[in-house]
């Protein structure tokens, strides 16, 4: 996990609410990504920055926002137009083209 | 349409015995290969990787992994399970680092 953190671990939502999940990394990396993890489905991409001021919508990113006005930072809103946000997120960063690094994980559950 | 395989959902096998998780990929067209591991409520952690260097891939403790191009395979190995190796592990696959695709994952039950 080395150089990425993502706070917090454990989320509680109440329906109709909007939260942010935090990334935050050291490694000087250019590109951030966050994926949405469900048991027994890998990994699926919400959203992905290759550069400050820009990102792209990944392949679930309904439901979802995001903003990158840090390199070290690409924080994640689940808002309350996402129908079922309870699941494991994942953010990982990326040097150039070349592995991506995981954080922790945040894990979400709507009341 | 590109996509990861992994064939197995679960593999249990005896601590002492060898470990073969196997993961296969849709092209042929020489892509980049991964494999993580992770331990529950946890993020991913690289084991291995292939960038088209040697097709015969070691990773950290004790996994290697055999790059087949003929097959499209990238499968998993360890000649010896460890209690410790009891996990989730996913097969990642890139065509040219802009989009990383996931495999569903196999969970290892290592039994004592």
């Known amino acids: 996990d080395g150089g990425i953190t993502q706070s917090p671990k454990y989320l509680f939502r109440k329906e109709g609410q909007n939260v942010t999940l935090s990334c935050e990394q050291n490694?000087?990396?250019?590109?951030m990504y966050w994926y949405r993890q469900d048991p027994g489905q890998g990994l699926r991409l919400i959203y992905y920055?290759?550069?400050?001021?820009?990102?792209q919508k990944g392949d679930i990113a309904e439901g979802y926002s995001v903003s990158r006005e840090k390199k070290e930072s690409f924080p994640l809103t689940v808002t309350s137009a996402q129908k079922n946000p309870t699941a494991f997120y994942l953010c990982a960063t990326q040097r150039d083209t070349d592995t991506q690094y995981f954080g922790p994980g945040t894990r979400l559950t709507v009341l | 349409a590109q996509s990861v395989t992994q064939l197995d959902s679960h593999v249990s096998v005896s601590e002492g015995t060898p470990v073969l998780l196997r993961c296969n990929y849709s092209?042929?067209?020489?892509?980049?290969l991964f494999w993580y591991v992770q331990h529950p409520n946890k993020g991913l952690q690289l084991l291995l990787k292939y960038t088209s260097a040697a097709t015969l891939v070691k990773g950290i403790n004790g996994f290697e992994a055999e790059f087949k191009k003929s097959e499209t395979s990238f499968h998993l190995t360890k000649p010896s399970a460890h209690m410790s190796d009891a996990a989730e592990y996913f097969c990642?696959?890139?065509?040219?680092?802009?989009?990383?695709?996931f495999g569903s994952g196999t969970k290892l039950n290592v039994k004592p």
């Open positions: 920055s290759q550069i400050v001021n820009d990102f």
């Open positions: 092209s042929s067209y020489s892509p980049s």
């Open positions: 990642v696959v890139s065509w040219n680092f802009n989009k990383f695709y």
């Open positions: 490694l000087n990396h250019d590109a």
